[in-house]
């Protein structure tokens, strides 16, 4: 039983020192909608959503979103650890992730 639990502890200890910087930020990266802003006003628009997109937002979303819209990769953005932001870009929107992002808008 001792065994056991000595070797459960072993593991938890590893596991919390080798966990990279991303982990720290629980996935969520700081976006400039500023760019898109159009397309998100539209999106609200139509489904009747109640919020305002400030002319520079921020938003925080989830950084597999992220790196779609600003057209980068989810390491690049895991790479910057905390401090991960990047700016969205029109032609790397579609309809669902404006729509994704006007909800994290609404939630802040």
Request: one cysteine or more; glycine letters at 6%; hydrophobic letters at 55%.
């Amino acid at each position: 039983m001792r065994r056991v639990m000595l070797a459960a502890a072993l593991a938890v200890g590893l596991a919390s020192v080798g966990a990279p910087a991303s982990a720290q930020q629980n996935g969520l990266v700081n976006v400039d909608v500023s760019n898109i802003k159009v397309t998100l006003d539209d999106i609200i628009s139509r489904n009747n959503l109640s919020v305002q997109v400030p002319v520079n937002a921020i938003v925080q979303v989830p950084i597999g979103l992220a790196a779609n819209v600003c057209g980068t990769t989810v390491a690049v953005l895991a790479a910057a650890g905390s401090a991960a932001q990047c700016t969205a870009v029109a032609d790397n929107t579609t309809q669902g992730e404006a729509m994704a992002i006007a909800r994290a808008l609404q939630r802040q």
